[in-house]
């Protein structure tokens, strides 16, 4: 390997530059050379590449989003996308590829890596923690502590106005967000798409729980079943009038913002390693991180069979919000 593309693709998340500078940092220590892609797909397909150095990568492991812009591309999809982007690669000397992103990033590296003769491993970058094949995805610890930090200020103004608050999170259709974020803000139910239960669950509580409560937080996955914060907040106000009901949808705020230490520790480490795995010849595989070992996971499983919820987890929020 000579020279390495590396790019980010899909949503940002906070860690990202972390990450990007652990893949340039790494590869100058082997002396083989890198090429940012900007843009991710929609770049490579334009030729919109330049050269890495080492100060090219200074001051950014502290900084959110990402220095080599993000973009979603539809051309990619496309044989002729997909053909434009490997001859820019092959006029650019890239002969191999470190791809930053989330299941959209790896269906594509997986079809490229397939169709040309070029390796290509990916580092697992989004806020929503839905890959299988590392315990956290790169984003994923800075959003919750992001979410956690929003909610516990809701909590200010709902305790001082006796008020239940709907939060809605995101996490695509992935409720891990939701659920983690539920139990460090003592929320009081959480709706995540993976339960199909909770939505009732947190009737029934409002019904026959305590009543003496001063304030009540509800955290609301994006991708759940009832219809989000809104339809979630009619149907509360419908059938408890006298709760004084407020609606919050956090949105884009989770994805932004310094990386916590966790991100950047992950970040700098699959990024390293990333380098490391197309060395000993790694291909179409997704480098994560599992009980503190570098674990590798081909693009299809990574992509196709997201993390498990743990029930024990769900039980714990009702247990704990008695
Ligand atoms: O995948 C990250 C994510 O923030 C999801 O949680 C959310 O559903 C989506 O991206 C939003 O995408 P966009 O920024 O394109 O609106």
Do not use: W
């Amino acid at each position: 390997i000579k020279n390495i593309g590396v790019f980010t693709s899909g949503g940002d998340a906070p860690g990202m530059n972390a990450a990007i500078r652990a893949v340039v940092r790494a590869a100058m220590y082997y002396g083989i050379e890198v090429t940012g892609i900007r843009r991710g797909y929609d770049g490579m397909g334009k030729g919109d590449f330049f050269t890495m150095n080492r100060k090219s990568v200074s001051n950014i492991i502290q900084r959110g989003g990402t220095i080599l812009k993000t973009a979603r591309c539809d051309e990619f999809r496309t044989p002729e996308g997909r053909k434009a982007a490997y001859e820019h690669l092959v006029k650019n000397k890239v002969d191999a590829l470190v791809a930053i992103g989330g299941d959209g990033t790896f269906t594509g590296a997986k079809v490229f890596g397939s169709e040309y003769d070029i390796p290509v491993v990916g580092l697992p970058g989004t806020i929503d923690n839905d890959l299988v094949g590392t315990d956290f995805t790169i984003g994923y610890d800075t959003a919750i502590n992001t979410v956690v930090d929003a909610v516990d200020k809701i909590r200010d103004t709902a305790e001082s106005h006796d008020r239940l608050f709907i939060v809605e999170v995101m996490g695509r259709d992935s409720g891990l967000i939701a659920l983690r974020t539920g139990i460090a803000t003592g929320a009081e139910a959480i709706l995540i798409p993976e339960s199909k239960t909770g939505l009732e669950g947190l009737l029934n509580r409002l019904e026959f729980g305590r009543k003496d409560k001063t304030s009540r937080i509800v955290i609301v996955a994006e991708g759940e079943d009832a219809g989000g914060a809104f339809e979630v907040g009619r149907l509360v106000q419908e059938k408890f009038p006298n709760y004084d009901t407020r609606i919050s949808i956090l949105g884009h705020i989770q994805r932004g913002g310094a990386p916590s230490c966790m991100d950047r520790v992950l970040a700098s480490r699959v990024g390293a390693a990333a380098v490391e795995a197309l060395r000993d010849g790694h291909r179409n595989e997704m480098i994560g991180l599992i009980n503190g070992e570098i674990a590798y996971t081909p693009f299809e499983h990574a992509i196709k069979h997201h993390q498990g919820i743990d029930p024990n987890m769900i039980k714990l929020v009702e247990m704990l919000s008695m």
